[in-house]
């Protein structure tokens, strides 16, 4: 086959060292090599590509990207996660039992990058009325900062269709610890899922695609993003200061405290403090965000 040097436009649906699988506007995928000048991609990069021959060819510009989603490392570095995301899905079950801090750092990444986060309860067929009860009061301070807290559970089939209609016209990825029921979630969402795997590994010709993340189109619109290398984000790579802007429900009192650098944490005069002891702000939440605050002002 003669290769087509024009210009492509494409998403990049996985990538694997120098190798990225791009898809373009007709869905057909092609194994490209990426130019070393461009750095590292990931999938949800818009590029540009030209048809070396067959299915191959090579990525020639990366286009802006709108967001980039991080992982932090121990060593003090971080890794790109995924780029162009819209939606945070931060996914907590039943079992194992799920941390509101660890909750709290996912909503506090969302918020510092302006996406949308979305709280899932996964594995509910689990409760009964009494540990439903006692569990849904937990999450109430997510929904009193304004958060969307949806109940999936995949063996009852129950809340998939509200989660669908969630991540409609959005670039979601899924975020969570080991063992809340992602993958499951991915293949109730994606009934069509072993056929893109398949689709996938035909145009990487072999080439294994575990522990790298890849975007699946949704049936009913928008991308979702299947992660399972993500299970924590540090916040070690955030400053202080930065760290209140990640709590929603602060926002109303942050320029109300008496000084222009309050931390919220020990100053006189200060309205998120005095929001948390009227109950305003959920105590328990304030009381996460100054564990927070005092590791980051600890590096």
Same mark, same amino acid.
């Given at each position: 086959?003669?290769?087509?040097? $024009?210009?492509?436009?494409?998403?990049?649906?996985?990538?694997? +060292?120098?190798?990225?699988?791009?898809?373009?506007?007709?869905? =057909?995928?092609?194994?490209?090599?990426?130019?070393?000048?461009?750095?590292?991609?990931?999938? +949800?990069?818009?590029? =540009? *590509?030209?048809?070396?021959?067959?299915?191959?060819?090579?990525?020639?510009?990366?286009?802006?990207? !709108?967001?980039?989603?991080?992982?932090?490392?121990?060593?003090?570095? !971080?890794?790109?996660?995924?780029?162009?995301?819209?939606?945070?899905?931060?996914?907590?079950?039943?079992?194992?039992? *799920?941390?509101?801090?660890?909750?709290?750092?996912?909503?506090?990444?969302?918020?510092?990058?302006?996406?949308?986060?979305?709280?899932? &309860?996964?594995?509910?067929?689990?409760?009964?009325?009494?540990?439903?009860?006692?569990?849904?009061?937990? *999450?109430?301070?997510?929904?009193?900062?304004?958060?969307?807290?949806?109940?999936? $559970?995949?063996?009852?089939?129950?809340? #998939?269709?509200?989660?669908?209609?969630?991540? =409609?016209?959005?670039? !979601?990825? &899924?975020?969570?610890?080991?063992?809340? +029921?992602?993958?499951?979630?991915?293949?109730? #969402? &994606?009934?069509?899922?072993?056929?893109?795997?398949?689709?996938?590994?035909?145009?990487?010709?072999?080439?294994?695609?575990? !522990?790298?993340?890849?975007?699946?189109? &949704?049936?009913?619109?928008?991308?979702?993003?299947?992660?399972?290398?993500?299970?924590?984000?540090?916040?070690?790579?955030?400053?202080?200061? =930065?760290?209140?802007?990640?709590?929603?429900? *602060?926002?109303?009192?942050?320029?109300?405290?008496?000084?222009?650098?309050?931390?919220?944490?020990?100053?006189?005069?200060?309205?998120?403090?005095?929001?948390?002891?009227?109950?305003?702000?959920?105590?328990?939440?304030?009381?996460?965000?100054?564990?927070?605050?005092?590791?980051?002002?600890?590096?």
């Amino acid at each position: 086959m003669t290769a087509d040097k $024009s210009s492509l436009t494409g998403l990049v649906i996985t990538q694997h +060292g120098a190798t990225a699988i791009v898809e373009d506007s007709e869905g =057909q995928l092609y194994q490209c090599k990426i130019r070393r000048s461009l750095g590292r991609l990931v999938c +949800g990069d818009r590029v =540009q *590509f030209q048809i070396e021959n067959n299915d191959n060819g090579i990525i020639t510009t990366l286009e802006k990207r !709108s967001s980039v989603l991080e992982r932090p490392l121990n060593n003090g570095q !971080s890794r790109l996660v995924a780029a162009n995301i819209t939606r945070i899905v931060v996914v907590m079950a039943v079992q194992p039992p *799920f941390s509101e801090a660890l909750i709290d750092r996912y909503l506090v990444i969302a918020e510092l990058m302006r996406i949308q986060p979305v709280i899932v &309860l996964n594995k509910t067929d689990l409760l009964n009325e009494q540990s439903r009860a006692a569990t849904l009061k937990q *999450f109430a301070c997510y929904e009193h900062a304004g958060y969307s807290v949806l109940e999936t $559970s995949v063996e009852k089939e129950h809340g #998939l269709s509200t989660l669908n209609e969630q991540l =409609q016209s959005h670039t !979601s990825i &899924l975020v969570g610890q080991s063992g809340v +029921g992602k993958s499951s979630l991915v293949k109730a #969402l &994606l009934p069509d899922i072993e056929i893109k795997i398949g689709a996938l590994k035909n145009t990487l010709h072999g080439r294994h695609t575990t !522990s790298t993340s890849v975007l699946y189109r &949704l049936p009913n619109g928008g991308e979702l993003i299947d992660s399972p290398g993500v299970r924590d984000f540090g916040v070690w790579h955030l400053e202080a200061n =930065q760290l209140a802007r990640g709590y929603r429900e *602060f926002g109303k009192w942050l320029d109300q405290c008496r000084f222009n650098n309050c931390s919220h944490t020990h100053e006189p005069g200060c309205a998120v403090h005095a929001a948390a002891d009227q109950g305003d702000i959920d105590p328990a939440r304030y009381q996460r965000y100054l564990a927070m605050y005092a590791e980051l002002s600890a590096l």
